[in-house]
C-alpha cells in the first residue's frame, strides 16, 4: 500500500523559510506524482502544490505560487517542500500525499490515495 | 477556482444511525469528487473516488451518490469508528476541498 514519512517541520519566525521533506517507502515511488496538503489549527484542507512522477511538470495553489517549490529525487523516494518568506497564515500541518488519477478526453482529474501523518510548521514571531 | 460547499458542518448521530452528508460544487464537476475521512491527530483516509466508487477495503456501509455539482456521502449502520470529520474534495486543478463535516455523538 506504501507510506509516507514527513519532516523538517518546526517554529520559525516571519519571513523565515523551511525545508520539508516526505519519504516514500512500500511502492515504486518513481511512477507516481505527489502532492502537498496543508490543514491550518482546526480549519479544512487546503491543497498547495502537486509534482507529476517525472518532475517535469508542477502546479501549485495561488496562496503559495513564488513562495514554495516543490521538487522530487526519485533515487532518494522523496519529495521535498521548499517554504519561503513565511506568513502567520502559513502555520498549518502538512501533509503529503500520493497522487492518483484519471486521465479523460485531454483532461486529468486528480485524487490522493495514501497520505502521510504531517509535519507541523508554526510561524510566530 | 471551484468551490466546494459542504453540510452540515456538523451533525450528533447515534450508533446504528444512517448520516448523509452533502457537498456542492460552484460549477459542474461531473463525477470526479473524492470523499476522505479524517480522525483527530491523524491523515486523511481516501473512501470514494469518483463519486460513487467505493476504495477497497472502505466498509459497504458507506456509499456515494450525485454528480454535476450535487453530492452526497451516506454513511448507514453507523459504527464507533466512523465517528469523524469528512471532507469532500474535486478534482480539477487547483484541487479545492470542502469546509468538513464533523460527525460526532
Given at each position: 500500500q506504501g507510506q509516507l514519512v514527513e519532516s523538517g517541520g518546526g517554529v520559525v519566525q516571519p519571513g523565515r523559510s523551511l525545508r520539508l521533506s516526505c519519504a516514500a517507502s512500500g511502492f515504486t515511488f518513481s511512477a507516481y506524482g505527489m502532492h502537498w496538503v496543508r490543514q491550518a489549527p482546526g480549519k479544512g484542507l487546503e491543497w498547495v502544490a502537486v509534482i507529476w512522477f517525472d518532475g517535469t511538470t508542477k502546479y501549485y495553489a495561488d496562496s503559495v505560487k513564488g513562495r514554495f517549490t516543490i521538487s522530487r529525487d526519485n533515487s532518494k523516494n522523496t519529495i521535498y517542500l521548499e517554504v519561503?518568506?513565511?506568513?502567520?497564515?502559513?502555520?498549518a500541518v502538512y501533509f503529503c500525499a500520493r497522487g492518483r488519477g484519471e486521465y479523460v478526453g485531454g483532461h486529468y482529474y486528480y485524487y490522493m490515495d495514501v497520505w502521510g501523518k504531517g509535519t507541523t510548521v508554526s510561524v510566530s514571531s | 477556482d471551484i468551490q466546494m460547499t459542504q453540510s452540515p458542518s456538523s451533525v450528533s448521530a447515534s450508533v446504528g444511525d444512517r448520516v448523509t452528508i452533502t457537498c456542492r460544487a460552484s460549477q459542474s464537476i461531473s463525477s470526479w469528487l473524492a470523499w476522505y475521512q479524517q480522525k483527530p491527530g491523524k491523515a486523511p483516509k481516501l473512501l470514494?473516488?469518483?463519486?460513487s466508487s467505493l476504495q477497497s477495503g472502505?466498509?459497504?456501509?458507506f456509499s456515494g451518490s450525485g454528480s454535476g455539482t450535487d453530492f452526497t456521502l451516506t454513511i448507514s449502520n453507523?459504527?464507533?469508528?466512523?465517528f469523524a470529520t469528512y471532507f469532500c474534495q474535486q478534482a480539477n486543478s487547483p484541487l479545492t476541498f470542502g469546509g468538513g463535516t464533523k460527525v460526532e455523538i
Open positions: 519561503n518568506s513565511l506568513t502567520v497564515d502559513d502555520t | 470514494i473516488f469518483p463519486a472502505v466498509p459497504s456501509r453507523l459504527q464507533p469508528e466512523d
